[in-house]
């Protein structure tokens, strides 16, 4: 029995609100269970030097937990002076995972800073990042393109990210903190709508594990992640 | 008339929300019509060096902007590698003004530390989440007492904060950004519920003011801070 | 009685001398008493990003403190990698208060910097860096005028500061240290020559204070900055 | 046909090299063809912070290139005040890597640190820092035991890593630069000996892969490890 | 002919006053000509961890310019977040100097801190900054010692510092900017009172040069250093 | 009698292997014994900005040491976010004294970067470095003149370093660790192959030293570079 009374294969109650932030070109408030996670996108029309004179753009992502959003306090990574390791870690994979479902030559010399700050933190945090970040950047690009910023909607599908580990031996979706923190192992998936997969994280937090067990957790993510498209899809539907 | 079209003596819509996080002590979302403050407390039970041993305790605070409660992006300070100079001027003084009212003999060798994040902005953070911080403080204090961690509730009175400034050559009562963008002057003013002043910070923006101006915007103040008392004094009872 | 035999409306014996620095466009060394304050000013034909091509200058401030310039030694900031919070608002307070008598449209496309480094500390600080800041400013923008660097001197008036405080129930002019470390409440004023007020800084450091008690620290302050502009004017007419 | 003319399947030339370092408890030199890392092991007897008075040791690794390692210079992190996202990336990765294999309750309170520095790079810098780490740490904690800081080599295990990719749509391992930089897809896999999975780290570089793709990676570097292994256990054998 | 019109042997003019800063155990303004380097002894009664429980105790230095003590303004150090490293190699070569005539056994557990900071420059700041921080040393060490904290005044001897240069040609002593930046080689020399060499730092800073060159310098240099060690004597000889 | 058994005069084996680097335009690993620093040259056809449209070049330098090229760890100064006083005095050391046998004007706008990074220290890393680097800048200026770069190799002599000391009351040349930590004084010497002196540091580590000492120092030095500068001349001779 997982400490939350959820099946194997059941998701925490998914939520992606957007109207969250009344600046942002694009947002959502991403809830999975108690984990809530503030996505912006933010739409700049010059890029990189690297991509300067190109004609492509880019799509980059930042990540942030708010001090008390998790069980007890965390030192304020601007006080501090620098991000941590993990924080870098988990913004880069953002940010690559977003990038992977936009087409960056049909977005043009434009960049979008997705921000993705961490209001209550319980577990896969990473995940509803990515999961509300696609729907802050999808909602960014419709409206910058009907502004007429940029032609198209560069998109070319939808992409979202769930956790799965194997906790008490049994391989679980959507880990809370409560499974993360005492889970053999775990992973995380991040894929298309269409069954692409786009990242692979899985780490051995106590003993290694074998292949038919990353697999039986690869199938547990892949109908998860069907899933959080849906809710995507709907979130997205409703802004039209 | 003000850009709202509120009257000159007018605060905006006031929201002080707790239950917004479910790990800290103390929690309040201080909404100041667009202006939204997650103010936090977090109870230590260990002092800064230079108390020890001392039998007295401390209350701190910080503060930070998400990038995008902003119109236009603001760089993260975590990202930058430091804090502004406004962002340490502005967590000092609620520091300070939270300190002003709590007891810190009473309160013994305990730490509490206030965050105070603005999720949006639109002028008045500070005084937000200086009203905000005071009732995050209120229910941290309440829970240890109640978890007897301390003996009583060491407040000695309520704090709470607004700020003032000449629009168009009229005194108002709690700018927002597009008044306080183009005011001559603005001054942030903290008081508590019996009306002692604990900070006054006026500033000439444009032109230097006169003392009887000083004065109208103290007495619109005193009047701002009365009706946020009672706000707060209404959301803590209800936590009873 | 205060510590230093002073009355309640005493300024500490005030100098301010030019003639400190060889390499400056301007310099002035302010003593307020034992507080001595090295303040110099540096005009480059170059403004900060945001100015290039507004056809507007900007003046701004830096200050530092000399290790020992405290009665035990203080870290030296370079050492330590950062500046304080307290350092980057009394850096902050200076150079606005200078903006707020300098014409920055006829000043053009100039930036003066004012540099102020406590050799020598004993409360008050910020108030005789205003001061003496001042003083540089209007001697190095009469230098370059000269030179033809800018077309005229582009003051509007005179800008000083000083503190007060509620010292042992008595509201006093121009605290020292002694009093500093121990008053009920300070404030800090910075006004120009004509009465205009400018900045109003005002901290209760240990019980709320009435409106009363501020309006005769206002009173102090007014008179002795009157006193201090007569003491910067004398200073700057004998440069002619 | 991949640039270097290798099979699919092949390994670059693989040397591990002990008696690189007359200073370090363990040493490896370990080159994968043209990359080149320079592993060390250092043995401590203090751990950090969070686990003293726990009787457990502790396996960490730092990792760096040398600014000339790589084909155009990069800038040295040192110089740069702050190693970037991907070195912590990296050197967290190895840091859970050998602790998967290392028994830290039988270590002690013991802290083995790795040093893994790039002399010159040609792709898959972390699986050589890793399968060449592996074998300092045995050498270092084989001679503390010898030494009777330690009563057993706590080793669990060997752990080597490899990275595979779709290099022109064909499964390859063990990619080097010119097939890193314009693989589809790239993978790296960290295993023990007996064949658990300790990490996997796929990404989608261009476009979104599919499961029996990856499927095929992983088959290529189950055996690409049980190779690397074989080098590991001779080079140990050896210096019995 | 020198610029300033000296001889080749003549230093400029020479003043070493106390009596410049009231907080510090010991502090001396040097003046060597225009150079001007106020110089301040701390006095602890602690010391760095490496020599606690030694018996021994240290002497250490920091070195700092003002912005503006230099012709054009240099970037505050505190501001851009660290020291340069002629920065740091001059406060190591200061403090090593001092340390030379230092019995740190004899002084105990106790750490002397001398602070130099550069009022205004004109060449030859760090040897001003030796000569003067001996003077701070000495009036510190004699400070305590009447306090009772050390036994004895733990000097071995004096310690003084002058640079020599090739100007034109010609071996020149204590060089002022205007020839310390057009020199062709220049040189360094810490000496004691009794001849004993302490550092030597010589550079070629536009051709290499030739040893009797190099012997012509330290001639010059030694009778200058006994020139300073005098007027360091009649110095301290006043505070008696 | 030496550690190490040599003779007062004798320097330690000498190796400069270049071939070390596959992507490097010069490279060098020079070995003093057991003293090993990886050197390499960049060549990068651009120059700082104040040298801009200068027409001329630029030699620098950057020096590390791996973490455990030392006895004892030492800690990676990527990972403490700055460079020592020490490498930063050693870097700008090796960058003079290089500078001093380049012709910059006839360099033409070309920046050379000279990496040294220490991979087995035994004493004298700085020496070594000069004397590697060398080679390395020799090597890299004769590819980028047969590549049409530049037009000649911009090289007036060769430039080589040595450490002497006071071991035991005796003058000996090239200090390994244990000497150099026990040396009652030390200094290093960089020259040209033709005599000419570059750089000079000598250092009284115990109690001053006289000049007759100071000479019998050089005279080894002299003996010394003259030696290396052989070696040097051998290996460049072997790329022809």
Redesign the interface.
Known sequence: MRPSGRRPDQLRAIALDTGV????EG?CLARFG?THV?C?A?V?ERVPPWLRNTGKGWVTA?Y?M????????TD????R?????????I??LIG?SLR?VTDLAALGEVQV?I?C?V??A?GGTRTAAITGGYVALAQALRRVQARGVIKTVPLI?QVAAISCGLYEGTPVLDLDYAEDSTAQAD?NFV??N???????????ET?????SE?LAL?ALARAGITELCAVQAATLAGLE
């Open positions: 932030n009344k600046h942002a947002a108690d503030l912006t933010t700049e930042e942030g708010l001090p008390r959003s998790t069980n007890t306090r304020r990574e601007a006080a002076g620098k991000q941590s390791g993990r924080t870098q870690e913004q880069r690559r992977a800073r921000d700050d209001l209550q319980d599908g992973a894929m298309t269409t069954g692409g997969i786009v990242e692979i994280q899985g780490t051995a003993t290694p594990f074998e292949e990353f690869m």
